[in-house]
Structure formats: structure tokens, C-alpha cells
């Protein structure tokens, strides 16, 4: 059987993406940890099927994923741990999914990237020098390297996600900082700005990215904004105020201008991003 998408991180806003091309009308496979990771959402309905295992356990993917698929959405990273892990996730299975991919016949490769792939630097457009002061931005780094390798085989899409925040999102730098908003901790931030993004306004764009004739990068932050200010809100939608989070001298933000023309990104008003990401935890 041949699948129109396969998506490697179906938690979060990528079970938003799932539902949204389910609507379309298209098939899904999906890949979860576990049998027990599938929501009930999924549960009863058409054209999804699922395959099992965890991307960064150097699975063989020959034996999970069906022989023909026409795009892929990866999605799957892991934010923080180990080094090894982070690498094992974010860099090797890449490569695995690519080789796998090649194989396969598959038409586009629609990848999931980080705005921490360019270290610092303020409205930063597409163009810009990668320099990743971090770990993870630096395997995330390291799989867009990966990518360059297989454009004669398919379609490639990069999507540059800055600081991604959402309801189901259980990792990343926002979600940290929350986590410590909730349980009275402190938090320490190499940044002073950053612009994060509410995930799920990235559903769509993926997918007009996946639809273009050809493969392009493509920005996806929302507004500037300090993490002190980025705090205070998330505080208010959790009704607790921040105990103490010291802010650093670097800025990370970007431009979307290039997602807002080519592939219709458009941000939610960031008061209503936040209510709906964190209330949840009040």
C-alpha cells in the first residue's frame, strides 16, 4: 500500500498536521514510540496507520515503515540530554530516514529545523550564516548538512522553527521556561529576546511547503519579544508569577517574511497563543 504522508513526531502540532491532512482527505502513517503513545483522537478513523519504534535507537526502519510514501514531514527531535542522545535524534536518525527515503521513491522531504541553527543575530533572514552556539542547534545544524546530499532524489523542504511553544509540545526552550513558571523555580536564559512561535501556526505552512515545485528555507517565528515579557505572560496564563528568571545578553529572532508570501504563514496575536498554549496548568 502506498501512503501520501509519512510524519516521524505525531505529538503536539504534529497531531494537528495529522488531522489536517486527514481532513484533506489524505493517508497518514504515523510513528509513535508505542502502541500505548496513540491518542484517542486517531482511534476509529480512516487512512492512518501507525508504526512503532523509537527514532533515536538506531532503528531499522525497513522493517516499521511501508515500502511507498509520496512526502515526508519530519518532525521528530529531541531538545535536551544527553549529548549523545541529541545526536542519536536529531542527526542519525535523519540520515536513516534520508536513506530510507531514497529508497522508497519518495517525492518531497519536508524537514523541520531550528531558528537556533543561526546562534544569535536579530530579524535574521533566511540567508543568513548558520552559526549554533548549542548542542541541539548544532545537530539540527548538522541534519540540514545531511539534507544537502539527497536533493537529486527528492523534493527538500527546510522549515526553520524559532522557540515553538503550543499545547502538546512537551519540550523546547518555552516549554522550560513554563515548567519553571509552575513549579516555582528559577530560570536562567542565555537570551534577552527571542521570537517564539506558536506551533500549530506552522501546520499549514508545512504543508504549502510540501506543494511547492521546488524545495526552499523557510523562516517561521513569531514577534520579537523579551524573555522577561514572554514570562510575565506565560505567568498570567498559568496564574502564577514568575520567581526569578535572569535573562542574557544574546538575541535570537527572525524574519518570516519569505513564509508569510511563499507558503501563507500568519501569526496568532501572542496573547491568545499563550492562553491557549498554558492555561492547561493553571
Known amino acids: 500500500m502506498e501512503f501520501d504522508n509519512l510524519i516521524t513526531n505525531p505529538f503536539g502540532f504534529g497531531e494537528r498536521l495529522i488531522l489536517e491532512l486527514l481532513r484533506r482527505g489524505e493517508s497518514v502513517f504515523a510513528i509513535f514510540p508505542t502502541a500505548k503513545d496513540v491518542p484517542m483522537s486517531f482511534l476509529g478513523k480512516k487512512n492512518i496507520k501507525y508504526g512503532f519504534c523509537k527514532l533515536e535507537h538506531d532503528p531499522i526502519l525497513e522493517k516499521i515503515l511501508p515500502r511507498r510514501i509520496k512526502h515526508v514531514f519530519h518532525l521528530f527531535e529531541a531538545y535536551s540530554g544527553r549529548f549523545s542522545k541529541l545526536f542519536k535524534a536529531n542527526a542519525l536518525a535523519t540520515l536513516l530516514l534520508l536513506d530510507w527515503a531514497k529508497a522508497a521513491g519518495v517525492q518531497s522531504f519536508t524537514y523541520l529545523s531550528s531558528g537556533e541553527v543561526y546562534g544569535t543575530g536579530e530579524n535574521i533572514e533566511e540567508g543568513a550564516a548558520l552559526e549554533p ?9 548538522q541534519a540540514e548538512m545531511l539534507l544537502r546530499f539527497y536533493k537529486r532524489s527528492f523534493t527538500i523542504s527546510i522549515v526553520r522553527l524559532f522557540f515553538p511553544f503550543g499545547h502538546g ?34 501546520v499549514l505552512p508545512l504543508i504549502n511547503a510540501r506543494d511547492q515545485k521546488e524545495g526552499d528555507i523557510y523562516n517561521i517565528c513569531g514577534s520579537e519579544t523579551s524573555v522577561a515579557v514572554l514570562a510575565e505572560k506565560i505567568g498570567e496564563a498559568i496564574g502564577k508569577a514568575p520567581k526569578r528568571v535572569e535573562a542574557g545578553k544574546h538575541v535570537l529572532t527572525g524574519s518570516s517574511k519569505q513564509a508569510r508570501e511563499k507558503i501563507g ?18
Do not use: W
Open 169 to 202: 509540545l512537551e519540550q523546547g526552550f518555552v516549554f522550560d521556561l513554563a515548567r519553571s513558571i509552575e513549579a516555582g523555580e528559577p530560570f536562567q536564559s542565555a537570551y534577552n529576546k527571542v521570537s517564539p512561535s506558536f506551533a500549530d501556526d506552522a
Open 265 to 282: 504563514y500568519a501569526e496568532t496575536v501572542f496573547d491568545d497563543a499563550i492562553g491557549r498554549s498554558f492555561a492547561h496548568m493553571k
Open 133 to 141: 552556539r548549542g548542542f541541539y542547534g548544532t545537530t539540527k545544524f
